[in-house]
């Protein structure tokens, strides 16, 4: 599987080609500069179309009727709120049992520990693709839900 550097080193690879066939096709310094204009246009249209494409699939997935589909996200969330607050009753009741609130945070702690990481990575990812989303949506004046 190909790595961020193999990607970067095969677009570094891309632009030096890009740039020997231009100093080839146009050897006064001018024309060679209005080609790299052209080219870098190009690549940022390209650029552009890429993105809205992704985006009107994220955007169609949102705009489902189907409300499993676009309230998976959020009831996640929820779920994971819900697991992180269970620890709040623990400070309260350390105060008054201290003993029994170790155990009890002690098995708390096996408990979280017992959900695998990559759980944790997709919380921290959906919330913040979320929090994003809404955010974008609430700049762009999106109705709301």
Known sequence: M????DA???VG???DLIGKIADKIWPDPSDRAKA????RSAEVQAEIQ?????????L???RSADPWTSRARPAFLYVMYLVIL????FAVLWA???GTADRMATGLQTWLAAIPEPMWWLFGAGYLGYTGGRTFEKWRGAPRR
Do not use: H, N, Q, W
């Not at 190909?2 to 550097?5: F, Q, S």
């Not at 790299?36 to 080219?39: C, K, R």
């Not at 890429?50 to 994220?58: G, Q």
């Open 96 to 98: 008054f049992y201290p």
């Open 36 to 39: 790299e204009v052209l080219i």
């Open 13 to 15: 690879k891309v632009t």
């Open 2 to 5: 190909l790595g961020i550097d």
């Open 60 to 62: 169609a997935e949102a």
């Open 8 to 10: 970067i080193g095969a």
């Open 50 to 58: 890429r993105t809205a494409s992704e985006l009107s699939a994220i």
């Open 86 to 89: 269970m620890a709040l009753p």
